[in-house]
Nanobody, 114 residues
Framework: EVQLVESGGGLVQPGGSLRLSCAASGFAFGTYDMSWVRQAPGKGPEWVSAINPGGDTTYYTDSVKGRFTISRDNAKNTVYLQMNSLKLEDTAVYYC???????WGQGTQVTVSS
């Protein structure tokens, strides 16, 4: 059974940082692209970032380029999202996704507020 468990969300001031983690199990983690998707209050899902199986190719939506970094540790079956210089508009529930599938985690809330 595929399981994705996010952690690391919280309340942070604008300009602050958070590191999200997603622990994966139930599939061959090291052979799949992984992604992060977020959903802000009252809005639809927004794809944020993705990473290839080897971790050497990454993709970002324009609004987070230069501020967010996706990475993975295949030995730990974990994908990360380092978020720096957080803005109010980054407030959302962040979900880990097995890219191209309907497998999602439960989400972790990120709130950026002064």
């Amino acid at each position: 059974e595929v399981q994705l468990v996010e952690s690391g969300g919280g309340l942070v001031q604008p300009g602050g940082s958070l590191r999200l983690s997603c622990a994966a199990s139930g599939f061959a983690f090291g052979t799949y692209d992984m992604s992060w998707v977020r959903q802000a209050p009252g809005k639809g899902p927004e794809w944020v970032s993705a990473i290839n199986p080897g971790g050497d190719t990454t993709y970002y939506t324009d609004s987070v380029k230069g501020r967010f970094t996706i990475s993975r540790d295949n030995a730990k079956n974990t994908v990360y999202l380092q978020m720096n210089s957080l803005k109010l508009e980054d407030t959302a529930v962040y979900y880990c996704n097995l890219f191209g599938t309907n497998y999602w985690g439960q989400g972790t809330q990120v709130t950026v507020s002064s």
